[in-house]
C-alpha cells in the first residue's frame, strides 16, 4: 500500500511469501509478466532468430533497491518452492541482485542495521527497512462466532494451519469439504 520501502531491504523469511516480497521490491516496474516482449528482453529471447539459437544478450536493468532474502532454515532457499516453478523465482532473484542466505540467525536491529550470524561469522546488513515474512498464526475469530451462534463452520487453509501456508492443502482441504457437502 502507502507503506515507505528504503532502498537497503532486508527480508526475513524466505518461503513463498518472501519470495513474492523480495519479487515485489526488487521489480522496476516493467511488467515483465504482463508484457511478453519484456519478457523475452529480460531473458534474452530473441524472437526474430538473428542470434545463434534464438538467444540474445539479456536486458537487466538495474532494481530499485538492494534486497536481501534471509532465512533460519540451513536448507537451500526456496527449496520449499514449488518444483516446477521454484527455480524460475531463484533464477529472476538472482538476476536482480537479491542475496539468499540460509542458516540465519537474527541477532538484534539499531540503529547501524540487522545484525546477523550465519555460522560462526556475525555481521551487520546496513539496512534502513526490515520485512517480516516470518509465519503466519491462524485467524479462526470469524469461525469461533459462528460456532457460539450455533451455526455450522468447517476450518480449512490458513485459519486450520497457518504454519508454511500451503496453497496445494488448502485446495485439497477446499475440493475435499466441498465434496462432502
Request: one cysteine or more; glycine letters at 14%; hydrophobic letters at 40%.
Amino acid at each position: 500500500d502507502e507503506a515507505h520501502v528504503g532502498e537497503r531491504v532486508a527480508v526475513l523469511g524466505a518461503g513463498g511469501i518472501g519470495f513474492d516480497v523480495a519479487e515485489f521490491l526488487t521489480d522496476g516496474g516493467d511488467k515483465a509478466s504482463e508484457d511478453p516482449e519484456t519478457y523475452f528482453r529480460l531473458w534474452g529471447v530473441d524472437m526474430d532468430y538473428t542470434g545463434p539459437g534464438g538467444l540474445a544478450a539479456p536486458e537487466r536493468p538495474a532494481p530499485p533497491r538492494t534486497v536481501h532474502l534471509l532465512q533460519r532454515k540451513t536448507s537451500k532457499v526456496g527449496a520449499g518452492l514449488g518444483k516446477t516453478t521454484g527455480w524460475i523465482h531463484r533464477a529472476e532473484l538472482k538476476h536482480r541482485g537479491v542475496t539468499m542466505v540460509p542458516g540465519v540467525r537474527y541477532d538484534r536491529i539499531d540503529d547501524a542495521g540487522l545484525h546477523v550470524t550465519v555460522g560462526d561469522e556475525s555481521t551487520v546488513l546496513e539496512v534502513d527497512t526490515i520485512v517480516l515474512c516470518t509465519g503466519q498464526e491462524p485467524r479462526r475469530d470469524l469461525y469461533e462466532a459462528l460456532i457460539a451462534a450455533g451455526r455450522s463452520a468447517h476450518l480449512i487453509g490458513g485459519a486450520d494451519v497457518a504454519a508454511e501456508l500451503d496453497a496445494k492443502r488448502a485446495i485439497k482441504q477446499g475440493t475435499e469439504l466441498a465434496a462432502s457437502l
